[in-house]
Protein backbone atom coordinates (compact mmCIF):
# COMPACT_ATOMS: atom_id res chain seq x y z
CA UNK A 1 0.00 0.00 0.00
CA UNK A 2 1.32 3.68 -0.73
CA UNK A 3 0.85 6.27 2.66
CA UNK A 4 0.35 9.72 0.51
CA UNK A 5 0.69 13.50 1.41
CA UNK A 6 -1.28 15.67 -0.74
CA UNK A 7 -1.78 19.12 -1.44
CA UNK A 8 -4.27 20.88 -3.49
CA UNK A 9 -5.26 24.80 -3.92
CA UNK A 10 -8.55 25.88 -3.17
CA UNK A 11 -10.84 27.42 -6.32
CA UNK A 12 -11.77 31.06 -5.86
CA UNK A 13 -12.28 32.41 -2.85
CA UNK A 14 -13.42 29.54 -1.12
CA UNK A 15 -12.31 30.01 3.08
CA UNK A 16 -10.44 33.26 2.25
CA UNK A 17 -10.29 33.68 5.88
CA UNK A 18 -7.44 30.81 5.51
CA UNK A 19 -5.61 33.44 3.43
CA UNK A 20 -6.54 35.92 5.55
CA UNK A 21 -4.75 34.31 8.06
CA UNK A 22 -2.23 32.46 5.86
CA UNK A 23 0.32 31.29 8.83
CA UNK A 24 -2.21 29.67 10.82
CA UNK A 25 -3.83 26.26 10.58
CA UNK A 26 -7.61 25.16 9.76
CA UNK A 27 -8.16 21.64 10.60
CA UNK A 28 -11.14 19.15 8.64
CA UNK A 29 -11.94 17.34 11.41
CA UNK A 30 -14.78 15.11 9.43
CA UNK A 31 -16.21 15.62 6.53
CA UNK A 32 -19.08 13.03 5.39
CA UNK A 33 -21.55 12.55 2.16
CA UNK A 34 -25.57 12.24 2.75
CA UNK A 35 -28.40 12.79 0.76
CA UNK A 36 -26.16 14.67 -2.52
CA UNK A 37 -24.74 16.95 0.31
CA UNK A 38 -21.81 17.02 2.18
CA UNK A 39 -21.76 17.94 5.93
CA UNK A 40 -18.33 19.40 7.51
CA UNK A 41 -16.28 19.78 10.51
CA UNK A 42 -14.28 22.71 11.03
CA UNK A 43 -12.44 23.65 14.05
CA UNK A 44 -10.29 27.27 14.08
CA UNK A 45 -8.46 28.60 16.24
CA UNK A 46 -10.35 30.92 18.64
CA UNK A 47 -8.42 34.12 17.48
CA UNK A 48 -9.76 33.78 14.14
CA UNK A 49 -13.46 33.35 15.27
CA UNK A 50 -15.25 36.73 14.34
CA UNK A 51 -13.59 35.96 10.62
CA UNK A 52 -14.68 32.73 10.40
CA UNK A 53 -18.05 33.50 11.75
CA UNK A 54 -18.27 36.72 9.53
CA UNK A 55 -17.46 34.41 5.83
CA UNK A 56 -20.17 31.95 7.27
CA UNK A 57 -22.52 34.54 7.45
CA UNK A 58 -21.79 36.06 3.94
CA UNK A 59 -22.37 32.59 2.75
CA UNK A 60 -25.62 30.96 1.86
CA UNK A 61 -24.12 27.44 3.84
CA UNK A 62 -26.14 26.97 6.83
CA UNK A 63 -23.97 26.21 10.14
CA UNK A 64 -23.87 25.67 13.48
CA UNK A 65 -21.39 26.52 16.24
CA UNK A 66 -20.65 22.78 17.69
CA UNK A 67 -18.37 23.84 20.55
CA UNK A 68 -16.01 26.78 21.63
CA UNK A 69 -13.52 27.57 23.95
CA UNK A 70 -10.05 29.43 24.71
CA UNK A 71 -8.33 27.45 22.08
CA UNK A 72 -10.29 26.98 19.17
CA UNK A 73 -13.92 26.59 18.05
CA UNK A 74 -15.32 24.09 16.24
CA UNK A 75 -18.17 24.16 13.10
CA UNK A 76 -20.70 22.18 11.12
CA UNK A 77 -22.07 23.23 7.93
CA UNK A 78 -23.55 21.36 4.99
CA UNK A 79 -22.79 21.83 1.31
CA UNK A 80 -25.44 21.64 -0.94
CA UNK A 81 -23.49 20.19 -3.33
CA UNK A 82 -20.47 17.84 -3.42
CA UNK A 83 -17.87 20.01 -3.96
CA UNK A 84 -15.13 18.54 -7.29
CA UNK A 85 -12.82 17.68 -4.56
CA UNK A 86 -14.28 15.68 -2.81
CA UNK A 87 -15.90 14.05 -5.91
CA UNK A 88 -12.78 13.33 -7.37
CA UNK A 89 -11.59 11.71 -4.29
CA UNK A 90 -14.84 9.67 -3.74
CA UNK A 91 -14.55 8.98 -7.70
CA UNK A 92 -10.68 7.64 -7.00
CA UNK A 93 -12.35 5.17 -4.27
CA UNK A 94 -9.43 6.02 -2.26
CA UNK A 95 -10.16 7.14 1.83
CA UNK A 96 -9.47 10.18 2.95
CA UNK A 97 -7.86 10.19 6.51
CA UNK A 98 -8.70 13.08 8.77
CA UNK A 99 -7.91 15.32 10.52
CA UNK A 100 -7.13 17.55 7.25
CA UNK A 101 -4.92 20.65 7.23
CA UNK A 102 -6.18 23.79 6.02
CA UNK A 103 -3.70 26.63 5.33
CA UNK A 104 -3.44 29.98 3.20
CA UNK A 105 -5.83 28.49 0.84
CA UNK A 106 -4.33 25.16 0.38
CA UNK A 107 -6.10 21.68 1.82
CA UNK A 108 -2.94 18.93 2.58
CA UNK A 109 -4.48 15.84 3.46
CA UNK A 110 -3.17 11.82 3.82
CA UNK A 111 -4.18 8.82 2.86
CA UNK A 112 -3.78 5.18 2.36
CA UNK A 113 -4.87 3.44 -0.92
CA UNK A 114 -3.27 1.21 -3.72
CA UNK A 115 -0.92 2.29 -6.35
CA UNK A 116 -3.99 1.54 -8.61
CA UNK A 117 -6.23 3.89 -6.47
CA UNK A 118 -3.58 6.71 -6.57
CA UNK A 119 -3.36 6.97 -10.06
CA UNK A 120 -7.03 6.95 -10.76
CA UNK A 121 -6.94 10.18 -7.97
CA UNK A 122 -4.31 11.67 -10.29
CA UNK A 123 -6.37 11.45 -13.06
CA UNK A 124 -9.32 13.01 -11.30
CA UNK A 125 -7.44 15.47 -10.26
CA UNK A 126 -5.99 16.63 -13.20
CA UNK A 127 -9.52 15.80 -15.29
CA UNK A 128 -11.06 18.72 -12.96
CA UNK A 129 -7.59 21.34 -14.20
CA UNK A 130 -6.68 21.41 -9.67
CA UNK A 131 -3.44 22.92 -8.90
CA UNK A 132 -1.94 20.01 -6.45
CA UNK A 133 1.74 18.65 -5.16
CA UNK A 134 2.06 15.12 -3.94
CA UNK A 135 4.17 16.35 -0.92
CA UNK A 136 5.09 12.75 -0.25
CA UNK A 137 4.54 8.84 -1.64
CA UNK A 138 5.99 5.82 1.07
CA UNK A 139 5.26 2.07 0.15
CA UNK A 140 4.61 -0.01 3.02
CA UNK A 141 6.87 -2.59 4.00
CA UNK A 142 4.67 -4.79 6.27
CA UNK A 143 2.53 -7.52 4.91
CA UNK A 144 -0.06 -6.72 7.90
CA UNK A 145 -0.86 -3.06 6.91
CA UNK A 146 -2.52 -4.73 3.77
CA UNK A 147 -4.67 -7.29 5.41
CA UNK A 148 -8.14 -7.16 7.14
CA UNK A 149 -7.96 -8.60 10.94
CA UNK A 150 -9.62 -11.35 10.39
CA UNK A 151 -7.42 -12.13 7.51
CA UNK A 152 -4.06 -11.60 9.71
CA UNK A 153 -5.66 -13.44 12.34
CA UNK A 154 -6.01 -16.53 9.85
CA UNK A 155 -2.25 -16.19 8.49
CA UNK A 156 -1.01 -15.97 11.66
CA UNK A 157 -2.60 -19.50 13.06
CA UNK A 158 -1.03 -20.71 9.69
CA UNK A 159 2.39 -19.50 10.46
CA UNK A 160 2.07 -20.33 14.12
CA UNK A 161 1.01 -24.66 13.40
CA UNK A 162 3.54 -24.59 10.30
CA UNK A 163 0.78 -24.50 7.68
CA UNK A 164 3.47 -22.07 5.42
CA UNK A 165 6.74 -24.41 6.59
CA UNK A 166 8.52 -26.55 4.24
CA UNK A 167 7.02 -29.48 4.17
CA UNK A 168 4.11 -28.34 5.70
CA UNK A 169 3.20 -29.11 9.69
CA UNK A 170 -0.42 -28.79 9.44
CA UNK A 171 -2.76 -28.98 6.69
CA UNK A 172 -5.24 -26.93 5.79
CA UNK A 173 -8.35 -28.96 7.33
CA UNK A 174 -5.72 -29.33 10.49
CA UNK A 175 -5.79 -25.80 10.37
CA UNK A 176 -9.36 -25.33 9.88
CA UNK A 177 -10.10 -27.17 12.47
CA UNK A 178 -7.44 -24.81 14.95
CA UNK A 179 -9.68 -22.19 13.60
CA UNK A 180 -12.92 -23.32 13.62
CA UNK A 181 -14.18 -22.76 10.46
CA UNK A 182 -14.77 -24.70 7.41
CA UNK A 183 -11.89 -25.65 4.79
CA UNK A 184 -13.28 -23.64 2.81
CA UNK A 185 -13.39 -20.56 4.59
CA UNK A 186 -10.25 -21.31 5.78
CA UNK A 187 -8.53 -21.59 1.99
CA UNK A 188 -10.94 -18.60 0.90
CA UNK A 189 -9.68 -16.23 3.57
CA UNK A 190 -6.06 -17.10 3.10
CA UNK A 191 -5.90 -16.91 -0.80
CA UNK A 192 -7.49 -13.39 -0.95
CA UNK A 193 -4.87 -12.42 2.47
CA UNK A 194 -1.80 -14.04 -0.26
CA UNK A 195 -3.32 -12.78 -3.27
CA UNK A 196 -2.85 -9.17 -1.31
CA UNK A 197 0.34 -9.05 -0.35
CA UNK A 198 1.72 -11.06 -3.55
CA UNK A 199 0.01 -8.00 -5.82
CA UNK A 200 1.28 -5.65 -4.11
CA UNK A 201 4.91 -7.19 -3.38
CA UNK A 202 5.11 -6.85 -7.23
CA UNK A 203 3.64 -3.52 -7.61
CA UNK A 204 5.04 -1.27 -9.72
CA UNK A 205 5.34 2.77 -8.20
CA UNK A 206 3.11 5.55 -10.07
CA UNK A 207 5.24 7.60 -12.63
Given at each position: ???TR???E?????F?F???????????L???????A??????????????????F???P??????????????????????P???????????????P?S?????L?F?L??SH???S??KA????A?F????????Q??Q??????D???????????????D??R???LT??A??L?V???????V??????T????FFA???E
Amino acid sequence: MAHTRITFELPGDAFEFSTDHSDVEFRILAAFPMDDALFVALEAPTETRQDVLRYFDATPLSYDVLHTDEQSIVIQYAMGTIPPPVRAILASGTLLQFPVSLRDGWLTFALTSSHDRLSRLKAEFEKAGFTYEVISVTQSTQPTDLVTDRQREFMLAALKHGYYDTPRECSLTELAAELAVGKSTASRVLHSAEETIIKEFFAQPIE
